[in-house]
């Protein structure tokens, strides 16, 4: 008897390629597209090694706790690091990377996240990249939390080193992932003695072995399923059509947030501004005295299936997490977690309570 995930056909080059095709199609890139076979952290950290070393000058934007681990990787390669720290309830501005970049004009490197899934803003790519580009410094990007939710255009913004991952917006596996590269940054690694090489986290690998060698032969036997998967989400995004995708987890951000704030309670939206919150996941703050951990799991007892979480780490007391990510983009999700939180507020003491007016301005704010 076969088995419909165990006894598969080999995934052949020309597949895995026209995959790749897809995926740079949806970043609208005319770069190198890589698909490594790993989690969204293997590129991540596989850009950094082959991008930075002693030499190198870089300035660590850190709008969450990802820009943390971008910095830890950057002075572990020898470089020099200046941290950018904005909290966590804002986002970074082009203005600040100006000045940051004017106060050490031997920066070279500028490493960013683009939404913060942990944190729940997004930061302003486009005209962070015209001033990156101006200064002429490489440019690194984790776009994991923000590809399928918001656009991400590598080319259009000067990215050199964009990172994608399927897991979130758009609503795909987790064990694969993507890293478009510029012409730039292929010639800095190719500079770098310390990039990885034949490693399982080298890009120039890839390169030299897959996309210059006319992407005939595969390193190593890739992970079948999740690249099947990759593509079975990547069909599902064009059938949709990547701007209504979008516009579905604009409008989820947009209604939690509205609703959150008629729902009362005490709660409040994490990040201060709508402008600087991300269309993946609004987060939001628990009620002075409540712990948001507490508040999550009344929640999810009534209804496991929610898309809700408390934040991460130190920030388990204070926020939950609506994640938008792909099908959890819909109306009926934001309104049964804005309930769901509503009646765990109230068992709670929290008051008034208005889990009515959370609907209706939920419904007015979907676009
Ligand atoms: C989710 C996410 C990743 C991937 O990390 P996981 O915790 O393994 O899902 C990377 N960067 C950002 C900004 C993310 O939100």
């Given amino acids: 008897m076969t088995h ?8 052949t080059a020309a597949r895995f390629a026209s995959i790749e095709d897809r ?7 005319r770069q190198d597209v890589v698909i490594m076979q790993g989690e969204a952290l293997l590129p991540l950290e596989g850009a950094i090694r082959a991008a930075a070393g002693p030499g190198t000058t870089a300035l660590n934007v850190i709008t969450g706790p990802y820009g943390q681990t971008f910095g830890n990787w950057l002075r572990d390669c020898g470089a020099t690091v200046h941290d950018l720290a904005v909290p966590f309830r804002t986002a970074v501005t082009a203005e600040q990377i100006r000045t940051a970049l004017a106060r050490h004009p031997e920066i070279d490197f500028v490493s960013l996240v683009h939404a913060e899934a942990a944190t729940g803003n997004t930061n302003p790519v486009a005209a962070i990249g015209e001033v990156v580009r101006e200064h002429g410094a490489l440019f690194y990007l984790d776009a994991v939390a923000s590809v399928g939710a918001e656009p991400v255009l590598p080319d259009a913004w000067g990215v050199d080193l964009c990172v994608i991952g399927a897991q979130k917006a758009m609503g795909g596996p987790a064990g694969v992932s993507a890293v478009s590269v510029s012409e730039r940054a292929w010639a800095r690694m190719a500079a770098n003695p310390n990039a990885p090489r034949r490693s399982y986290l080298s890009l120039l690998d890839w390169k030299e072995r897959w996309t210059d060698a006319g992407r005939t032969a595969l390193l190593h036997a890739p992970a079948q399923l999740e690249m099947l998967a990759l593509e079975a989400c990547v069909e ?7 701007p209504a995708v979008m516009s ?3 409008s989820a951000a947009a209604a939690t947030r509205a609703g959150a704030l008629a729902l009362g309670g005490g709660l409040e939206p994490y990040v201060r501004e709508a402008a600087d919150a991300a269309p993946v996941a609004t987060t939001l703050r628990a009620p002075a005295g409540l712990a948001a951990s507490d508040l999550v799991a009344r929640a999810l ?4 299936g929610l898309p809700l979480a ?3 780490g130190a920030l388990a007391e204070e926020m939950i997490r609506v994640n938008h990510y792909g ?6 999700a934001v309104r049964s977690s804005l309930a769901a939180l509503g009646a765990a507020l109230a068992e709670r003491g929290a008051r008034p309570v208005d889990p009515r007016a959370a609907r209706e301005a939920a419904d007015a704010a979907w676009r």
């Fill in 301 to 304: 007892e009534r209804d496991p």
């Fill in 4 to 11: 419909p995930l165990l006894d598969l056909a080999p995934l």
């Fill in 23 to 29: 995926v740079a199609r949806l970043l609208d890139t």
């Fill in 310 to 312: 408390a934040g991460g």
């Fill in 327 to 332: 099908s959890d983009a819909t109306p009926a």
């Fill in 236 to 242: 599902r995004i064009e059938a949709e059509g990547l």
């Fill in 248 to 250: 579905r987890h604009a």
